[in-house]
């Protein structure tokens, strides 16, 4: 059986838990105290983080890299696509997530009381503009990559659920990123994979 090592208010880790509910299968969550980490976890993981997936001997870090291999090892349903060249547009999508959106995610993450800092308000600045970007794509696009729920979706579903517990507000604009923000919300494997701390996040 898979074991996942969760933080119950990471988002990262909330990709994770959201992929497995996705797959319907058996597994296991281990909450993990994100200001107390047991000492297992910097001996899974040299970067001292979760979330961590641990099957048999195998031990993975990375979200995303975590998430690729669920969906590998069962691939039903599929949530990254079966064509290369789509698969790999798909990747520099994600890779694009990490570099401008979810490296600011982390910063507000640890905000921890300083929400006014200078550095805080340039990180929701930012995550801002980039969202207002991808705004138009759900005019016509039900999910990122179309009709169908994919990896793209899992990965920036925790920030959208984040945004008012971050003090994040977008404007009219973004008004079709929002409507596509509630289809992931709505979904039973999302709705499961909330932690009691990431629901009262969100009125």
Same mark, same amino acid.
């Given at each position: 059986?898979?074991?996942?090592?969760?933080? @119950?208010?990471?988002?990262?880790?909330?990709?994770?838990?959201?992929?497995?509910?996705?797959?319907? *299968?058996?597994?296991?969550?281990?909450?993990?105290?994100?200001? +107390?980490?047991?000492?297992?976890?910097?001996?899974?993981?040299?970067?001292? #983080?979760?979330?961590?997936? =641990?099957?048999?001997?195998?031990?993975? %870090?990375?979200? +995303?890299?975590?998430?690729? %291999?669920?969906?590998?090892?069962?691939?039903?349903?599929?949530?990254? $696509?079966?064509?290369? !060249? #789509?698969?790999?547009?798909?990747?520099?999508?994600? %890779?694009?997530?990490?570099?401008?959106?979810? =490296?600011? =995610?982390?910063?507000?993450?640890? !905000?921890?009381?300083?929400?006014?800092?200078?550095? %805080?308000?340039? @990180?929701? #600045? @930012?995550?801002?503009?980039?969202?207002?970007? /991808? !705004?138009?794509?759900?005019?016509? +696009?039900?999910? *990122?990559?179309?009709?169908?729920?994919?990896?793209?979706?899992? !990965?920036?579903? $925790?920030?959208?659920?984040?945004?008012? &517990?971050?003090?994040?507000? /977008?404007?009219? +604009?973004?008004?079709?990123?929002?409507? &596509?923000?509630?289809?992931?919300?709505?979904?039973?494997?999302?709705?499961? @994979? /909330?932690? $009691?701390?990431?629901?009262?996040?969100?009125?």
């Amino acid at each position: 059986m898979m074991i996942l090592y969760s933080g @119950a208010t990471c988002s990262f880790s909330q990709r994770c838990r959201v992929v497995l509910f996705e797959k319907g *299968m058996d597994f296991e969550i281990r909450d993990v105290d994100l200001f +107390n980490k047991p000492e297992d976890i910097s001996v899974m993981n040299p970067y001292g #983080q979760v979330p961590i997936l =641990v099957e048999r001997d195998l031990i993975l %870090y990375e979200s +995303n890299i975590i998430n690729e %291999y669920i969906d590998e090892r069962f691939p039903h349903p599929q949530l990254m $696509p079966s064509d290369p !060249a #789509q698969r790999a547009r798909a990747r520099l999508f994600l %890779y694009n997530f990490e570099k401008e959106l979810f =490296v600011h =995610v982390s910063t507000l993450e640890t !905000a921890k009381g300083r929400s006014t800092d200078k550095i %805080y308000e340039k @990180a929701r #600045q @930012a995550i801002r503009d980039r969202l207002t970007q /991808l !705004a138009p794509i759900f005019v016509k +696009n039900k999910y *990122m990559l179309g009709e169908d729920f994919s990896m793209l979706d899992v !990965a920036i579903a $925790p920030l959208l659920w984040r945004l008012e &517990y971050f003090g994040i507000d /977008l404007s009219k +604009n973004t008004a079709p990123l929002m409507k &596509y923000a509630e289809r992931i919300f709505s979904r039973p494997a999302f709705i499961e @994979a /909330l932690t $009691p701390s990431e629901k009262v996040m969100r009125r």
